[in-house]
């Protein structure tokens, strides 16, 4: 079966962005899915499992960002991490 690769555009609400501490968080989130996972942010897109290429991307609070996975669990991966960029990692 051929699963075809989808996204999901968010913005991101938390005060320092993907920085530090949320992207650690969203970093171990990505890593518990099986499938490829990329954040993009303008025209540059990053591994979303990689700390470093997550913040190379210099993701800041109002960014609109957009998640891009693909494989078996790829609903469920875009879901989750959307959703703790929305709640703002309870920041």
Not at 26 to 32: E, G
Request: net charge negative.
């Amino acid at each position: 079966m051929q699963l075809e690769m989808i996204s999901k555009e968010v913005i991101v609400s938390n005060t320092v962005g993907l920085h530090a501490r949320p992207a650690t968080y969203f970093i171990q989130k990505a890593n518990t899915f099986r499938c490829s996972i990329w954040i993009e942010c303008g025209d540059r897109r990053a591994n979303a499992k990689s700390l470093l290429g997550v913040l190379s991307l210099g993701i800041s609070k109002g960014a609109h960002i957009l998640l891009i996975a693909d494989g078996i669990d790829e609903a469920d991966a875009l879901d989750a991490l959307a959703n703790l960029i929305l709640t703002g990692f309870n920041d």
